[in-house]
């Protein structure tokens, strides 16, 4: 679509007026990321002594650094870890839970309901405190396993929220002819609810792993020995321990954030359509 | 509804009480994780909230102690009045900057598509690595945003943004609407493209200018979403840890300090009790967001029914 074609009978301004502020958005959203980009590929003394919004040098130091030095790759490896045992976990409790609340009548279904939103919007900073004390009781303290179990307080509301609205899309007669045909209520939900809500399941799964992926404060509290460090847990020892490690903070920030645009990028459309079906009417 | 499980069939049972059993089973799971894991923890907060707790101890019942401490630390009320400032500025110019792009891009415009993606772009990054990136950007030395002021003779003088008590707090919250925007932008952008297109119709046919159509047009339709996306993000933001913790971590002097930091520096001392009753003085207006937010989106998932 040309500029043209796009603006039909408006006048030379306004068409002016519109590209500034989309010229002005853009600089805004992408002058960080291209920041953070620059800042993993300079030098040091470049960093530091020749600020300049292009590197003289190119240099992947940074990146050597951030792994050989910080084993940075184990942090990645255990932030994987943590955020696909959160996302499959998460997936099949709440896919269970999501149906029992679209296809049943029951009491207290109104009452879970509540509390599955009040527990999508308690934030982690009411929580860490009492969950800290919950896992060092649990024994399960500076672990992976306790990452895991702890990071459900919020995997587990948001996906069993954002799959009931997917779920209730589902005709229920598509249901009903196939359990005519011999499916038990089970093989319903795995042959037919589950498939036909694939792009739902896509959304869901992408939100959680990110959700875990990014998680900090419960990690900074749980997890205390080095090789057990996620990703967003590395890299805030990084500033608090170093002199200025902008290079291999930032190419840390580029090597974590990486996947997730990729990922962002290709499942977009999955992506929008779920975050607007978690909060607004969809 | 009433069909009966045909794989399952247990004669001494009704098929509605299998039924029942069922749907209870696929839930249970969910239910009790969520009272373990938020339900109990909450009510826990409050109980410790009320001693003297240390880390790996046990503590004794202070009734008030914890919360007279509060109430008289310099700390704790700048605390509140940043956290306040933070979500109340942060959330006005993410509106703003919301509301603005999702009506740009609600028009025929070049490239809609792309320059939608991109604007969703600071949210698709992880959020410490957004404000690690801020952090960086903010630097005296090594720093984009002196480097833009200088070099383009906006302002000539090297600041160092996170540094200053007049600066920190400001700083902050350009990181945070950087980064909040896209939610506000897609939400609204949702909510513009479900006003049927008939209605901007007849508004023009009756004259309408763009103000009026905007009052009784627009805003009619997306002002559900407005006020969800505020209540969501009003939680979100006052609860945000990565922000002011990797920016700044409450500094300089307090500046920036707010409760989820506070709570933390708490926990680190090892006296449990005051950090979680920092929380808990918290809690009431949390929960009051809380249960009008949940009210919201309950309404609108019976309607969906």
Redesign the interface.
């Known amino acids: 679509?040309?500029?043209d074609s796009?603006?039909?009978g408006r006048h030379l301004v306004a068409k002016l007026a519109?590209?500034a502020?989309?010229v002005l958005?853009?600089l805004?959203?992408?002058?960080?990321?291209y920041?953070?980009v620059i800042?993993s590929l300079k030098l040091p003394r470049e960093?530091?002594r020749m600020?300049?919004?292009w590197p003289q040098v190119f240099t992947g130091a940074n990146y050597r650094i951030l792994i050989e030095d910080k084993e940075f790759l184990v942090a990645i490896r255990n932030s994987l870890i943590v955020a696909s045992s959160v996302t499959l976990i998460s997936l099949v409790?709440?896919s269970?839970?999501a149906?029992?609340?679209v296809?049943?009548?029951?009491r207290f279904?109104g009452l879970?309901?509540?509390?599955?939103?009040?527990?999508y919007?308690?934030?982690?900073?009411?929580?860490?405190?009492?969950?800290?004390?919950?896992i060092?009781r649990l024994q399960l303290g500076n672990t992976l396993h306790g990452l895991i179990?702890?990071y459900?307080?919020f995997s587990?509301?948001v996906s069993?929220w954002m799959l009931?609205?997917y779920f209730?899309a589902v005709p229920r007669e598509l249901e009903?002819q196939g359990?005519?045909d011999?499916l038990?209520?089970l093989g319903a939900l795995f042959r037919i609810v589950l498939p036909l809500s694939a792009p739902g399941l896509a959304a869901v799964a992408i939100f959680t792993f990110?959700g875990a992926?990014?998680e900090?404060?419960l990690a900074?509290?749980l997890i205390t020995s080095e090789s057990r460090r996620t990703?967003?847990l590395a890299?805030?020892y990084l500033?608090t321990s170093d002199v200025?490690p902008?290079g291999p903070?930032?190419a840390g920030?580029v090597l974590?954030?990486v996947p997730?645009?990729i990922l962002?990028?290709v499942a977009?459309r999955f992506i929008?359509q779920g975050?607007?079906a978690g909060?607004?009417?969809? | 509804m009433r069909q009966r499980p045909t794989s399952t069939a247990e004669p001494r049972l009704s098929a509605e009480t299998q039924q029942n059993l069922f749907a209870y089973a696929l839930v249970v799971p969910v239910a009790l994780l969520l009272v373990g894991l938020v339900g109990y923890p909450l009510f826990y907060a409050v109980y410790v909230s009320f001693t003297n707790m240390v880390v790996g101890g046990g503590g004794d019942w202070i009734g008030l102690a914890n919360f007279q401490y509060l109430a008289g630390s310099p700390v704790f009320a700048s605390a509140i009045w940043n956290t306040v400032v933070l979500v109340v500025v942060s959330d006005a110019f993410k509106l703003a900057i919301g509301l603005g792009l999702a009506l740009l891009v609600n028009e025929r415009i070049p490239a809609r598509g792309l320059f939608r993606s991109f604007l969703m772009l600071p949210w698709a990054m992880p959020a410490f690595v957004a404000f690690l990136t801020w952090r960086v950007l903010y630097q005296p030395i090594g720093g984009g945003i002196n480097l833009i002021l200088t070099n383009t003779g906006l302002y000539p003088e090297i600041v160092d943004w996170l540094g200053q008590r007049s600066t920190a707090m400001p700083a902050v919250i350009v990181a945070s609407v950087w980064r909040g925007f896209p939610f506000w932008f897609i939400s609204i952008l949702a909510g513009l493209q479900n006003i049927p297109a008939e209605l901007y119709e007849a508004a023009r046919v009756d004259g309408a200018n763009a103000w009026q159509r905007f009052r009784a047009v627009t805003w009619p339709g997306i002002k559900r979403v407005v006020i969800i996306t505020t209540l969501l993000s009003s939680i979100w933001t006052a609860n945000s840890f990565e922000s002011v913790w990797l920016l700044t971590q409450g500094g300089p002097s307090d500046a920036t300090m707010v409760f989820p930091v506070l709570a933390y520096f708490g926990m680190q001392t090892q006296r449990i009790g005051e950090a979680a009753a920092v929380s808990v003085a918290m809690l009431p207006a949390l929960l009051i967001l809380v249960f009008i937010t949940t009210s919201l989106m309950q309404g609108d998932e019976s309607e969906r029914d």
Do not use: C, D
Request: charged share 5%; no cysteine.
């Open positions: 679509m040309g500029p796009g603006l039909p519109i590209v502020a989309m958005a853009l805004f959203v992408l002058f960080p990321v920041w953070m800042t960093i530091f600020p300049s919004l409790v709440a269970l839970a149906y029992s609340m296809r049943f009548r029951y279904k879970i309901g509540r509390l599955i939103l009040f527990a919007l308690t934030p982690t900073s009411l929580l860490f405190i009492p969950l800290s004390i919950l060092a179990f702890v459900l307080t587990l509301p069993t009931q609205a209730a009903e359990m005519i011999g038990s209520r990110t992926w990014n900090l404060l900074l509290v990703a967003p890299l805030n500033i200025l902008w903070l930032m920030a974590s954030s997730l645009m962002y990028f977009q929008v975050m607007t909060s607004v009417k969809g």
